[in-house]
């Protein structure tokens, strides 16, 4: 019987290979490797949309200006500024801290997405899986009702109350996903993060319900998400853990390919699955909570962007990971020069840009994927 | 942010809210704090609003002006020519240059092209002043007014900030004495009747601790909510509740917004039971009573109070 | 080098592995056979560190604690018997895995990472498979792909449980034969269950008997291999004849079974 059914070794392989590609054994035998070229485009890109949204505002600026002001903060090169008092401060005080909190927030956004897909073997997997997102909200809220006026101190206290108030229902669902004997799994940790949100979205429904339409606005307009920003407070207050959070994530990308095989295998070629699957999920966190507490719920990007970079780039967190990164915080960046373009003056809210843009962009990378494969 | 608001006000106006408070149709002349120059010569000046410490080195003359009830403030004082822009809730007077602006903006940049010189607002979300502080542009904000005080003061500062002093005094005085009349005209009918008030027809409602409770507190009054507002001044009751309490009167602030009307009201399940449908004592008014504290939305409401109250009997 | 000193291993309160003791040396195969549910897997499990044992596993003459799986993999690699192998995922990027325990967490893959790879892709005649999913390999690429992800581990013992399952005749030969080939070449010891006897006396120098998860023989194939050893550890009927590289194991039908089966 066996001898009837012999897949053959020679029926795949050779009439499938151009010679071409055997001449370059490189990159032949390595071919998800993550190469400079991939690096150098996602950081032309980030550049070039961080460029653009300096540039452009609802505010006319000369862009001939606007790149001698950028150029007169480059030490050595004497090269003056051409605008006035109002667009200099306009250009490093709004527009320039604004388009780099979007990179922070968007590299943020994407490699958590990227992380926790990996790590629950889910592809629906975004970052606000374990309640991070109820919880900001009801920190944002309890901030923006109970709290001092936003404009008292030099620094508002929504982002450290919604960061606060993140890490809290994180902690929660850590808590309660914890089964009684054994390992959190990561289907108990999904249900515990389902009950937590539900827990804290009804409390902050509670609290924002029972106030005046003034405060109901600002916890609404906080919730639809946003990156506008004065000055560079929140750059430097969530830098720091996106950083951390980021270079945590980078290293632990070919534990994320690891975890695909299984905890057995994983541990048998020395990788621990549970250690690694607790750093990433509590990086991810950590360096999400620190994205909402001053974007709000910017919902998408993690989701859009590290399934085009998988469908483009093939499925391995080698390459996944840093180019969510890269491309993550271009991507933001420009959705949100977006929001603030296409009605002008009116803006949209960043949340529905990107699902307007990332939707069928990421549709059409689906479509050509499935016809190649 | 109300906390910090009152902290404000407490802060500008300690002698007005005294003063003021106890009887609320009283002219605030007595405790204007300003001296009494009205000219481009009292810059520069430094006003204390819901935003912090401002100061105006000139006269502002390119205004933008996001609060419905500052804009009316404004106009009314005589400070209309400037203002360059009013918010897209800005209904009275006419003839106002409206924008599409609603005070939430995303981004302060968009008000540059109008090279604004004074950018006042009812709330703020912080961003937004923090970046026209960023810019050097003086912001204003007039948070919501509480009671006739809030009013008054919020009027003195705008006089203030625009150079306006003596006709913001003008405006405060008449106010005060329109509002004086009314309460005469309506003698002592409203004394002691209940009301409801209603802001949308899910029974949310207002207690007489916001500035439309103040309203009806000027003709003795008495809303039925203020049993129910433990810890918000907005709070939401129910049909039950309302059978319950059956108010003499019911005035529907939802007019616009959910096209409520006294005869829709009265068909509410049980609500022909309600004495104030028995007795037709069901009015509708425009939304913006209930969240306007502008001279213009006050005179027309306390008017139509009036003559409500001396038009219609109670048993 | 392995050895097993004394092993007992217990999975939710029974008794699976009971002080068993073994050793291979450098360069040598021991086969470890038994019937279901001897406790096969479980030892080699405790041998690549998997389940916590009682006793010493020495592996090039050192113990590993339980939490030092990463020093432990450059130690022992292992192909299990059933792996569990993610579909979309390319050869190559499969059989790096086995580096996991070599490389940096931060840096890229070393080039020492990229030359193993490659040489053992080579070797296994996977590279022209490397761009190739998984799901869409045959079974024989994918249990090369599986040996490639442990020999790139380059440790110096080789646990294989069950390694020809799911394969034919043909590929069972020629993994095991591969096998047989780096064990010579590179001096690998190489701990090897499998079920089919014949071809276990074939490649090991040794046979460990396991029943009931005590080591009931252990000794060259051609001396535990006997009809008698086979009758009482396998309940099976056997004819054990001399070939030419060990004894064939050779199951015999009662001829009353026999003209059941014609009839039908």
Known sequence: MTLTARPGLDRAGTPHLRKAEAALPGRELFPTRLRAWHIAAGVL????????SVLVGPYHLPPAQVLAALASKIPLLHVRSGLGALGNADVWQIRAPSAVLGGLVGAMLAVAGASYQGVFANPLADPYLLGVAAGAGLGATVAIVYGP????????????????????AVAATFTLGRSRNGPRSPASLVLAGVAVAAFFTAVQ????????????????????????????????LIAPYVAVSAAVLLACRRLLDALSVGDEEASSFGVH??????????????????????????GFVGIIVPHTIRLLAGPSYRRIIPLSLLFGAGFLVLANLAAGAVLSPEQIPLGVVTAFLGAPFFLVVLRQSRRMG | MKRAWAKAVIAIAVSVAT????????????????????????????ITSGSGKVTLTAQPTRILCLSASATQMLYSMGAGKQVVGVDKYSTWPPGTPRTKFTGFEKNAEDYLYLHPDLVIFAFSEGTLVKQLQLLHIPVLVLPPANNFAGVYNQVNELGLATGHIAAAKRLDTSLASYVAASVRKAGKDGRGASYYIELSPDYYTATSQTFIGAEFSLFGMRDIADAAGRGTAYPQISAEYLLKADPDYVFLADTVCCHETPAIFSHRPA????????????????????SEWGPHTIEEFVGFLARVLASTTRK | MLEVDDVSVALGGTTVVSHVSARVPHGAWLGVVGPNGAGKSTLLRAVVG?????????????????????????AVAYVPQRPLLPRSMNVTDYVLLGRSAHHSYLGPETARDLSVTAGVLERLELSRLARRA?????????????????????????????????????????VLELADQLRRDNGLSVLCSLHDLTVAAQFADDLLVLSGGRAALLGKPAEVLTEANVKRFFGASVEVLPGLAGPVVSPIRHASSLEVTRAT
């Open chain 2, 19 to 46: 003063a003021a408070a106890l009887s609320p149709f009283s002219t605030p002349e007595a405790s204007a704090s300003p001296p009494a120059r009205a000219t481009s010569e009292t810059f520069p000046v430094t």
């Open chain 1, 149 to 168: 006026a936003a404009w008292a101190s030099s620094l508002s206290p929504l982002p450290i109350a919604a960061f606060v108030g993140a890490v809290a």
């Open chain 3, 50 to 74: 998997l389940v916590r044992y009682e006793g010493h596993i020495r592996l090039g003459g050192r113990e590993y604690g339980p939490g030092e799986l990463r020093a432990r993999a450059c």
């Open chain 1, 273 to 298: 699955a549970d250690r690694a699957r607790l750093v990433v999920v509590v990086a991810a966190t950590l360096g999400t909570a620190a994205a909402v507490s001053v974007s709000g719920l910017i």
């Open chain 3, 134 to 174: 998984l799901g869409e390999l045959s079974g024989g690429e994918q249990q090369r792909a599986v040996l490639a992800r442990a020999l790139v581990q380059e440790a110096p013992v080789l646990v294989m449980d069950e390694p020809t399952t799911s394969l034919d005749i043909g590929h069972a030969q020629l």
């Open chain 1, 205 to 236: 429904t509670f609290i924002a319900q029972r106030q005046n339409s003034g405060d109901l606005e600002v916890v609404y307009n906080w919730i639809l998400g946003g990156l506008s920003t004065a000055g560079w407070a929140p750059v430097e």
């Open chain 2, 271 to 290: 609500f022909s039971l309600l004495s104030a449908v028995k007795q037709h004592h069901v009015f509708g008014v425009n939304d913006s009573v209930a």
């Open chain 1, 45 to 52: 890109f980030l550049l070039c949309s961080l460029l653009a």
